[in-house]
């Protein structure tokens, strides 16, 4: 199983990113799929989950400026990122989810500063 995040990069106060994250040894569509989070000293959290039926949940800090995801054709989730801000710098991981079995990705760092 891999999970291969991109898009990472560093972005000025309200900009844009896109984040990737193409998944390969597992059945895409049964999974679902999120992005985590880690800054530096700070605890992972959940940013954005979408689930095999295409419903998302977000966490409160990023709501309506993330949108998470999937093209179940191409096994690949996205994180659009807009209106960023400092306290969004981290690095960005995805994870895979079904039952039991759990896949996570290397992450991509997202910075961003002016």
């Known amino acids: 199983v891999q999970l291969q995040a991109s898009g990472g990069g560093l972005v000025q106060p309200g900009g844009s990113l896109r984040l990737s994250c193409t998944a390969s040894g597992i059945i895409f569509s049964s999974n679902a799929m999120a992005w985590y989070r880690q800054a530096p000293g700070k605890q992972r959290e959940l940013v954005a989950v979408i689930a095999s039926n295409g419903v998302t949940s977000y966490a409160d800090s990023v709501k309506g400026r993330f949108t998470i995801s999937r093209d179940n054709a191409k096994n690949s989730v996205y994180l659009q990122m807009n209106t960023l801000k400092p306290e969004d710098t981290a690095v960005y991981h995805c994870?895979?989810?079904?039952?039991?079995?759990?896949?996570w990705g290397q992450g991509t760092q997202v910075t961003v500063s002016s």
């Open positions: 994870k895979s989810a079904y039952g039991w079995d759990e896949y």
